[in-house]
């Protein structure tokens, strides 16, 4: 992955040469020469840090080492005579092998200006290999000045996608590993660091969740690594035929060489790399390989290629030879990974269709779309992965889609690392899709988003054979995206303890003690904040308990308390009291905040026993299976989830705060609202029954109708044909329904009415009034009347009934005085808390929104795009 460091780099020390070597293509050429020196003195300093000895630059060769270059003691003229010396002589050196002295063979230095190399040595030694990758970034971001890169159709592949080929495949250390297009050989050094991996006795695989949450890799590590893995199970008679067994072919000699210099600095110190045209010669056409890797050209010379007649599709175009090329020198068993342009896939050329036809038939197992934009700087053409494997190809009818969304890079010209990797997850799904087909297992799928299963004959139905998977009707999609794992292997399940009644009240001492009605305090949704109890370390001792730590997830485990579906996340240590458990998460493995979401998701009552009072054991919480996806996906959901709920506070806070407010000036007048409306309709009391209103019947509103100061028309009852004549009074445009009879708290709650209802009427508990003066704007007394100071008037002249019922008498309501202003300012002041109220029933609808985004993206972690079948039912 090209990064931002190593490209200011290069570009600087092409600026400082640019004055002396104008030429790019001699600019390239010093900057290489000075990169393979450095790095040459690099491995020196590493050999003897390690106990070893100095190879490259020892005995007469020993002055010319880097760090004597680099001597402070030197003149600018002598550290100018020295570095040309020696780079004229390196093609000499002993102890340099045959592909180094090759790069340095006629090397000279161009310039004599002591100023200008001591600037551009300055730069070079900036550079470190901490991985020998970056020196394929270097170089390949040279090749791209000089435009070598877009002509051949040559574009470097990243790392990581690299790796996630090289996994899928999984090569073996008797194998015959191939890259037909080589380039800088990083398909064969993936698959040589693969090998070294499994081939090494402290490779564990179960460890790789643990490895990313130490942070110990880079997102772009998680798939493959050979850090820290010696190969020990390997032979020396294994370790050779491995490094005999990865060959290599590209037209370029530059390539070449690149690729000689990046096999040796991994280990293989005899590269099998060939400068070869795979597609116009026959001299390797009979050699087959059990492992081919390649991301060939995409482009084609113009007149397209003139291959030998040996192909079985017949083509001028590099793509199409490169696929068939792959595809017929695989042996019996064998099997590749290719990156091919989106013409591959869907063209419609004779030429495209025939591969397509033979991959389908005999090797196709599986196509990943890749994001367009994977190859930035480079290029941003859009690519996928053909998966092949003859043998597999043998045992399924079907043919698996994968869609990666995300690689964890963004998809701007810098590739900037970002949080979120769908290749882990992929490649374990993968994976066990295959460990399926090889054991005869049903490999079938269930249901998804990103993953599905074509079958051949489908795709055999299409004239075309497309392999586009939008166009297919897909059988089954993957329901379960993550393996799922029992909560005592994450995380730690505990009960809480007894709380003596005579330290209660004591909120004074370090560490809050909860109890089981704590679990309601007001506060935030996720975080306990609030405590009315605490103890300390001595009460702690004393109670004979132990507290829970930060990010401990705790509910309520006994009682009608479990019904409450509460659960909380401690924010800092806390006791809780024995009606609570708690779920201590290991950090490790599992990241709390996700398995707080996930949680969430559920109703803690499918782990409560069927007993009078319900509670939970142990044993079942700790049985209890969620999906866990890689640390570095958890902490991703995790965040997107944690970004949904700021915006639903956020909003929360708009919606729950929010009431319009009139400044009501001294000079307006006082009017009764006897003086302004027309009276006030009632409604009939009616019998009726719940259930919903369906076309062409009748309903009478419930008093919940106006309640929440907006008409609510779905908050009805239907009435019984036999009472349909004594129904009146139908909901009208441009009036205001009042409620009469309610709690203390809802009496007088109103609601503006826009539109007509006339299958709707109102019951006896509701008014309904329409003011008809034209210089009076009935929306403008609906906000006087909804005011707080209204409503409290409406308080005070409340009648009292039975139980906690208030009703308002018509005499008293209408006798209650309003301020009036002209009629210009009542629609000023209408249209302005219009417009308020447009941005609060935005925020309305983005609590929805986001509320379903949350659950969504649970759903989606559990397998499926929407949350019905999550365990114990939707939250």
């Known amino acids: 992955m090209l990064d931002s460091v190593t490209k200011t780099r290069i570009n600087t020390a092409r600026d400082i040469l640019v004055g002396k070597v104008p030429d790019p293509k001699s600019q390239v050429e010093q900057i290489t020469i000075a990169l393979i020196y450095k790095f040459m003195d690099d491995m020196d300093v590493e050999a003897e840090e390690l106990g070893g000895k100095r190879t490259f630059f020892s005995g007469e060769y020993a002055k010319y080492s880097w760090r004597k270059i680099f001597d402070p003691r030197q003149s600018g003229h002598e550290l100018l005579n020295m570095y040309s010396e020696a780079i004229t002589k390196m093609d000499t050196n002993p102890g340099v092998p045959k592909l180094f002295r090759d790069i340095f063979k006629n090397a000279y230095l161009p310039y004599r200006d002591p100023e200008t190399l001591k600037s551009?040595?300055?730069?070079?030694?900036?550079?470190?290999?901490?991985?020998?990758?970056?020196?394929?970034?270097?170089?390949?971001?040279?090749?791209?000045?000089?435009?070598?890169?877009?002509?051949?159709?040559?574009?470097?592949?990243?790392?990581?996608?690299?790796?996630?080929?090289?996994?899928?495949?999984?090569?073996?250390?008797?194998?015959?590993?191939?890259d037909p297009a080589c380039g800088t050989a990083g398909f064969l050094i993936s698959s040589y660091k693969h090998i070294i991996k499994q081939n090494s006795s402290n490779y564990i695989s179960e460890e790789a969740p643990?490895?990313?949450?130490?942070?110990?890799?880079?997102?772009?590590?998680?798939?493959?690594?050979?850090?820290?893995?010696?190969?020990?199970?390997?032979?020396?008679?294994?370790?050779?035929?491995?490094?005999?067994?990865?060959?290599?072919?590209?037209?370029?000699?530059?390539m070449v060489r690149l690729s000689l210099v990046n096999m040796y600095l991994h280990g293989v110190k005899e590269p099998q790399i060939f400068e070869y045209d795979s597609l116009t010669s026959e001299d390797h056409w009979n050699e087959y390989s059990d492992v081919i890797l390649a991301n060939p050209p995409f482009m084609s010379p113009k007149g397209g290629i003139r291959p030998h007649k040996r192909f079985s599709v017949l083509s001028n175009r590099s793509e199409v030879l490169f696929v068939d090329y792959i595809a017929e020198h695989l042996t019996q068993d064998g099997r590749a990974a290719v990156i091919v342009p989106e013409g591959i896939i869907f063209q419609s050329g004779?030429?495209?269709?025939?591969?397509?036809?033979?991959?389908?038939?005999?090797?196709?197992?599986?196509?990943?779309?890749?994001?367009?934009?994977?190859?930035?700087?480079?290029?941003?053409?859009?690519?996928?992965?053909l998966w092949l494997d003859k043998s597999l190809a043998k045992k399924t009818d079907k043919i698996l889609f994968v869609r990666i969304e995300n690689d964890g890079f963004d998809l701007g010209a810098q590739r900037r690392a970002?949080?979120?990797?769908?290749?882990?997850?992929?490649?374990?799904?993968?994976?066990?899709?295959?460990?399926?087909?090889?054991?005869?297992?049903?490999?079938?799928?269930?249901?998804?988003?990103?993953?599905?299963?074509?079958?051949?004959?489908?795709?055999?139905?299409?004239?075309d054979y497309n392999l586009s998977e939008g166009r297919y009707k897909i059988e089954k999609v993957y329901s379960g995206k993550y393996p799922k794992t029992k909560m005592k292997e994450i995380a730690a399940?505990?009960?809480?303890?007894?709380?003596?009644?005579?330290?209660?009240?004591?909120?004074?001492?370090?560490?809050?003690?909860?109890?089981?009605?704590?679990?309601?305090?007001?506060?935030?949704?996720?975080?306990?904040?609030?405590?009315?109890?605490?103890?300390?370390?001595?009460?702690?001792?004393?109670?004979?308990?132990?507290?829970?730590?930060?990010?401990?997830?705790?509910?309520?485990?006994?009682?009608?308390?479990?019904?409450?579906?509460?659960?909380?996340?401690?924010?800092?240590?806390a006791v809780v009291d024995n009606n609570v458990m708690g779920i201590i998460p290991n950090n490790v493995v599992i990241n709390?905040?996700?398995?707080?979401?996930?949680?969430?998701?559920?109703?803690?009552?499918?782990?409560?026993?069927?007993?009078?009072?319900?509670?939970?054991?142990?044993?079942?919480?700790?049985?209890?299976?969620?999906?866990?996806?890689?640390?570095?996906?958890?902490?991703?959901?995790?965040?997107?989830?944690?970004?949904?709920?700021?915006?639903?506070?956020?909003?929360?806070?708009?919606?729950?705060?929010?009431?319009?407010?009139?400044?009501?000036?001294?000079?307006?007048?006082?009017v009764e609202l006897g003086d302004i409306i027309d009276g006030l309709e009632t409604g009939v009391s009616v019998n009726s029954e719940s259930k919903n209103i369906s076309e062409g019947e009748f309903g009478i509103l419930k008093t919940s109708a106006v309640t929440y100061g907006v008409f609510r028309p779905e908050e009805h009852k239907t009435i019984l044909p036999e009472e349909i004549h004594r129904a009146k009074c139908n909901p009208r445009k441009d009036s205001i329904i009042i409620s009469r009879m309610n709690t203390e708290n809802l009496v007088g709650a109103s609601a503006y009415v826009k539109e007509n209802y006339n299958n709707l009427f109102l019951p006896d508990r509701l008014w309904q009034t329409t003011i008809t003066k034209p210089d009076i704007s009935t929306k403008f007394i609906h906000l006087i009347i909804s005011s707080d100071t209204y409503r409290e008037?409406?308080?005070?002249?409340?009648?009292?009934?039975?139980?906690?019922?208030?009703?308002?008498?018509?005499?008293?309501?209408?006798?209650?005085?309003?301020?009036?202003?002209?009629?210009?300012?009542?629609?000023?002041?209408?249209?302005?808390?219009?417009?308020?109220?447009?941005?609060?029933?935005?925020?309305?609808?983005?609590?929805?929104?986001?509320?379903?985004?949350?659950?969504?993206?649970?759903?989606?972690?559990?397998?499926?795009?929407?949350?019905?079948?999550?365990?114990?039912?939707?939250?």
Not at 818 to 844: L, R
């Open 493 to 573: 399940v505990e009960s809480g303890y007894g709380f003596p009644l005579e330290k209660q009240g004591d909120n004074t001492k370090p560490i809050p003690f909860y109890k089981v009605s704590d679990m309601n305090l007001p506060g935030n949704e996720i975080f306990m904040k609030t405590q009315n109890n605490t103890v300390d370390r001595n009460d702690l001792k004393s109670l004979k308990a132990k507290s829970f730590p930060a990010n401990t997830i705790i509910f309520p485990k006994i009682g009608a308390a479990i019904a409450t579906n509460k659960k909380r996340v401690l924010t800092k240590e």
């Open 592 to 670: 709390p905040m996700y398995l707080y979401s996930i949680l969430r998701s559920i109703n803690i009552s499918v782990w409560a026993s069927e007993a009078q009072p319900p509670s939970m054991k142990k044993s079942t919480v700790e049985e209890f299976e969620i999906p866990l996806p890689p640390l570095d996906m958890q902490e991703e959901i995790a965040s997107e989830i944690e970004s949904y709920q700021k915006i639903i506070d956020g909003a929360r806070q708009v919606v729950e705060n929010y009431k319009p407010r009139i400044d009501i000036d001294p000079a307006w007048e006082m």
């Open 120 to 178: 551009f040595l300055k730069i070079i030694n900036e550079f470190e290999y901490t991985h020998s990758e970056k020196l394929g970034d270097a170089f390949e971001f040279l090749l791209s000045i000089l435009g070598s890169q877009g002509d051949a159709g040559q574009f470097r592949t990243p790392r990581h996608i690299i790796d996630f080929m090289v996994a899928i495949i999984d090569p073996k250390k008797n194998e015959v590993i191939l």
């Open 350 to 385: 004779n030429a495209y269709k025939q591969l397509r036809k033979m991959l389908v038939e005999k090797y196709l197992v599986g196509v990943i779309s890749l994001p367009a934009g994977v190859f930035n700087p480079y290029s941003g053409v859009k690519t996928s992965i």
């Open 793 to 875: 008037k409406i308080s005070e002249i409340c009648g009292g009934t039975s139980g906690s019922m208030k009703n308002i008498s018509k005499r008293n309501f209408l006798t209650i005085s309003i301020p009036i202003p002209e009629i210009g300012i009542q629609n000023n002041i209408v249209s302005q808390i219009e417009k308020e109220q447009t941005i609060v029933n935005a925020n309305k609808q983005l609590i929805q929104m986001y509320e379903k985004k949350i659950k969504d993206r649970i759903a989606k972690v559990w397998g499926g795009p929407s949350v019905k079948n999550l365990p114990g039912g939707q939250i």
């Open 418 to 463: 970002i949080k979120g990797n769908d290749l882990p997850a992929d490649l374990q799904i993968i994976s066990e899709y295959k460990n399926k087909i090889n054991l005869g297992k049903q490999a079938d799928l269930e249901s998804g988003t990103n993953i599905s299963l074509v079958s051949r004959e489908e795709i055999s139905t299409n004239e």
């Open 210 to 254: 643990k490895v990313i949450a130490e942070g110990t890799q880079s997102v772009n590590e998680v798939i493959l690594t050979t850090n820290g893995y010696i190969g020990d199970k390997l032979t020396a008679e294994e370790r050779t035929k491995l490094a005999d067994n990865m060959h290599g072919y590209d037209i370029s000699p530059d």
